[in-house]
């Protein structure tokens, strides 16, 4: 069993920045795949980032490349997403999650997921 915990959500201004922290806790393998999701209220979950524990290879969505940022901390067991240039449309929930490899960007396959931390953006 893997428990996951969101923080660092809140209200930002448009061009502003956030950094996302998902504690890991329970039974943790490297093996995993882990990555950053949202969901804005009526629309479906939508992937954004993802990470190999172990080897630290990346994978972004294209809506998000160049702004955002998927890093964890191996020591710490914490996953992070930082957000830059943040605009009203990223206003949503965020949720963390993990996956046993290959895994792909589609949520319904994904084993593990938080609670999820609300991200508001103002104009």
């Known amino acids: 069993q893997v428990q996951f915990v969101e923080s660092g959500g809140g209200l930002v201004q448009a061009g502003g920045s956030l950094r996302l922290s998902c504690a890991a806790s329970?039974?943790?393998?490297?093996?995993?795949?882990m990555g950053w999701f949202r969901q804005a209220p009526g629309k479906e979950r939508e992937f954004l980032a993802g990470?190999?524990?172990?080897?630290?290879?990346?994978d972004y969505a294209d809506s998000v490349k160049g702004r955002f940022t998927i890093s964890r901390d191996i020591a710490k067991n914490t996953l992070y997403l930082q957000m830059y240039s943040l605009k009203p449309e990223d206003t949503a929930v965020y949720y963390c999650?993990?996956?046993?490899?290959?895994?792909?960007?589609?949520?319904?396959?994904?084993?593990?997921w938080g609670q999820g931390t609300q991200v508001t953006v103002s104009s």
């Open positions: 329970g039974r943790t393998s490297s093996s995993y795949i």
């Open positions: 999650a993990a996956v046993f490899p290959p895994g792909n960007s589609d949520p319904v396959g994904w084993d593990y």
């Open positions: 990470i190999s524990w172990s080897g630290g290879s990346t």
